[in-house]
């Protein structure tokens, strides 16, 4: 037997008779394998949440359900044309007043981060407001804006998306501006520029897919977001485009339809499940489309 090396895994043969290493070979394999089973456990249990989606929302889709409203109980078929219309005003409202937000704030955070009390308090509460329930923020919202005026409203629904979406957008802005090459900065500085157009039109534009992908990201959290609505937008049966009174969103309408006890809701619980879940991976697949753009070294 030849003392050089083990034809497969490269080590010595001293070392395979030693007992310490057949030890920590031993807890490796039994390590490699449960993390197999536990990633085969959870592929199979999303494997087959999304199979039954699939199966039983492909039957409810078709034209009547993009193009009819919600139907009363124990009526026609149905559509969700008021609840499509009304989350697209909703998530729409929510991401214009997001976005600006969310990237403004990112900017200081990457700018003035290390030298700024303000900017670590402001990095602490996107912290918190990043694992934050979204009950309680439409709780929040409820108190200060809906207990108000007395209402439940497009707006107010819309501020709870966005307060949802501000931390997710500024995380990513931050992390983002944090990979520009510092040498890429100081170039800019060396031609004279201040630091307002450093950070706007140098490192922001170095890493703009990477800041998109941020909002798409924000938008893909909103888009199936129940509990805030509850308490904010709530629901309505009727097709109304009007931001000042509760307006129908898909989220709300599919937790009551699936909970119904109507053969003519529940099919469109399914229908509106599987739209919200095509609608969340097309704005999963398009960040990491954009994501893979190359920030300039």
Not at 1 to 21: C, E, H, I, R
Not at 138 to 167: C, E, M, T
């Amino acid at each position: 037997m030849k003392n050089s090396l083990q034809a497969d895994a490269g080590v010595p043969v001293s070392q395979q008779v030693n007992p310490v290493y057949r030890k920590r070979l031993l807890v490796h394999r039994i390590g490699m394998v449960l993390s197999f089973l536990a990633m085969a456990m959870g592929l199979a249990v999303l494997a087959w949440i999304l199979m039954t989606l699939v199966i039983k929302g492909f039957g409810a889709l078709n034209m009547g359900i993009l193009t009819q409203n919600t139907p009363a109980p124990g009526s026609g078929p149905g559509g969700l044309l008021n609840p499509i219309v009304g989350s697209l005003m909703l998530v729409g409202l929510a991401t214009v007043i997001s976005t600006p937000i969310g990237i403004l704030a990112g900017i200081y955070l990457a700018e003035y981060g290390e030298e700024s009390k303000l900017a670590q308090v402001t990095r602490f509460v996107t912290d918190i407001m990043l694992s934050a329930p979204s009950i309680v923020i439409g709780l929040f919202v409820y108190a200060i804006y809906v207990a108000k005026v007395g209402h439940f409203s497009g707006w107010a629904g819309s501020f709870a998306l966005s307060l949802i979406a501000v931390p997710v957008v500024v995380r990513t802005t931050d992390n983002m501006l944090k990979l520009v090459p510092g040498n890429l900065r100081e170039a800019a500085f060396a031609l004279g520029a201040p630091r307002w157009k450093v950070a706007l039109l140098v490192r922001l534009r170095a890493v703009k897919a990477g800041v998109v992908t941020g909002v798409l990201l924000a938008v893909a959290r909103i888009a199936g977001e129940t509990a805030p609505l509850l308490f904010t937008a709530l629901n309505n049966q009727f097709f109304s485009t009007s931001m000042n009174k509760p307006i129908a969103n898909l989220p709300v309408v599919i937790s009551q339809f699936a909970m119904s006890p109507f053969d003519n809701w529940v099919p469109l619980a399914w229908g509106g499940a599987l739209l919200i879940t095509f609608s969340v991976l097309a704005l999963n697949i398009a960040s990491r489309s954009l994501f893979s753009q190359k920030i300039p070294g």
